[in-house]
C-alpha cells in the first residue's frame, strides 16, 4: 500500500510540473523580453546620437572660440595703422589671422578710417554627427575695433600743459623757470602726494596709479629745479638704445616719451593757482632740461602716438562720441589706445 501510494504521489507531481509549462503567461514573459531587448536598442541609439550631439557641439564651441579670438587679435593689430593708412591696416590684420591659423578674413573701415571690422567665417566638419546626416556646420565670427582717447592713464609724469590745441613736432614747455610761472605755479602737479621728493619720483618712474579726466589735482608750488634735473638726468641715464632714441626715430617705449595731464586751471588760492582739473592726456618727447638753477625749463616735443601696452586703465570716451569725432584735434589731444567694440 505505500508503495502505492508513493507512486501516485509522484504520478501527480509530475503532472503538476507539466501543467506549470503550459501556464499561458510563460510565453508573455519571453514576450516581455523580447521588448526589453529592442528598448534597449533604441535607448542605445538615443544615447549614440546625444553623444555625438555633445562630441560635436564641443568641437563648434571651441573651434568658434578660436575663430573670435584670431579676429580679436586682428582687428586689434590692424586698427593701430588707422586712420592714416587703411591699406596697410588691412595687410596687417591678414598677416595676425594668418598667424592665427585664418586664411581668409573680410576687411572693412568706417567713421573716416578710424575704425576697422574683421570677420571670418569657417566650415567645421562633423564627426560622430555624420550618422544623422549632418556633414558640417559653418560658424562665423567679427570684431571691431577702434583708436579712442583713454580717459584713465597709468604711467603719467607730474608736469602739465594747458589746454590747447597741440601741433605736432614743436616743443611746448612743461615746466617753466622762475619767474615765468602763472602766480607762483610753474607746471607740476601733485599725484603721489605733496613734497619734492614725491614729485622727483613720479618724475623718474612714472605715477603708478590712475589719473582719469575730470579729476582735480592740486598743483605744486615752487620750482624744484634741483629734483627736476636729478628726475630728468635718471631719464636720459634709462636710454640704452643704440644710437640713443631722438624725435624722429624713437621706439614707443623710450624713456623720453612721458604722458601728460592736459589741464584746464579749477580754482584760485587768492593770486595763486590751487587746483586744476584734467581734461586729457598727451605725450611729448622730451628734450631735455634747459636753463640752469631756479630758471630750469622743461621742454618736450608733442607726439601723436599710441598708449603703451598696460598703460591705458579702466574707462574710455564713450565709443559713440568717438565714432561721432571720428578722431578730429580735439578729441585726444594726439594720444590714443587700440579697443575692442562691442558687436
Known amino acids: 500500500m505505500t508503495s502505492e501510494l ?3 504521489s509522484l504520478a501527480e507531481s ?3 510540473k507539466l501543467d506549470k ?19 534597449l536598442a533604441l535607448a542605445f541609439t538615443a544615447l549614440t546620437g546625444f553623444a555625438a550631439l555633445v562630441t560635436d557641439v564641443g568641437i563648434i564651441y571651441a573651434q568658434h572660440a578660436h575663430l ?6 586682428a582687428a586689434l593689430a590692424g586698427v593701430q595703422e588707422l586712420p592714416g ?3 596697410q591696416a588691412q595687410a596687417v590684420a591678414e598677416e595676425y589671422a594668418q598667424r592665427n591659423g585664418v586664411q581668409a578674413i573680410e576687411v572693412t573701415f568706417a567713421a573716416y578710417n578710424t575704425q576697422i571690422s574683421v570677420r571670418a567665417k569657417e566650415n567645421v566638419p562633423a564627426y560622430l554627427a555624420v550618422i544623422w546626416g549632418v556633414q558640417s556646420t559653418a560658424i562665423g565670427a567679427e570684431a571691431k575695433a577702434m583708436m579712442v582717447a583713454p580717459t584713465s592713464l597709468t604711467g603719467i609724469v607730474p608736469l602739465s600743459i594747458e589746454e590747447q590745441s597741440l601741433e605736432y613736432g614743436v616743443e611746448y614747455q612743461l615746466k617753466e623757470g622762475g619767474g615765468e610761472g602763472d602766480h607762483g605755479w610753474y607746471g607740476p602737479v601733485q599725484l603721489s602726494g605733496q613734497g619734492a621728493q614725491n614729485y622727483e619720483t613720479d618724475l623718474e618712474h612714472g605715477y603708478q596709479g590712475v589719473i582719469s579726466v575730470g579729476q582735480v589735482l592740486d598743483v605744486e608750488h615752487g620750482n624744484i629745479s634741483g629734483k627736476t634735473a636729478e628726475a630728468m638726468a635718471y631719464r636720459m641715464d634709462e636710454d640704452e638704445r643704440e644710437p640713443r632714441n631722438t624725435f624722429e626715430d624713437h621706439d614707443p617705449d623710450a624713456p623720453e616719451i612721458v604722458y601728460v595731464p592736459v589741464v584746464k586751471i579749477r580754482s584760485h588760492q587768492g ?4 587746483e586744476v582739473e584734467v581734461v586729457g592726456f598727451a605725450a611729448f618727447f ?5 636753463g640752469m638753477g631756479h630758471e ?9 602716438t599710441i598708449v603703451t601696452q598696460g598703460r591705458a586703465s579702466g574707462s574710455m570716451a564713450s565709443f559713440k562720441e568717438a565714432e561721432d569725432r571720428a578722431l578730429t584735434e580735439e578729441t585726444g589731444f594726439g594720444l590714443y589706445t587700440p579697443k575692442l567694440l562691442p558687436n
Open 68 to 73: 573670435q579670438n584670431a579676429v580679436d587679435a
Open 14 to 16: 509530475d503532472s503538476l
Open 296 to 304: 630750469s625749463i622743461i621742454t618736450g616735443r608733442f607726439i601723436k
Open 286 to 290: 622730451l628734450e631735455g632740461v634747459a
Open 21 to 39: 509549462r503550459n501556464i499561458p503567461g510563460n510565453s508573455g514573459r519571453r514576450g516581455e523580453r523580447g521588448s526589453v531587448v529592442v528598448l
Open 271 to 274: 593770486n595763486s593757482v590751487h
Open 85 to 87: 593708412d587703411p591699406a
Open 6 to 8: 508513493g507512486t501516485g
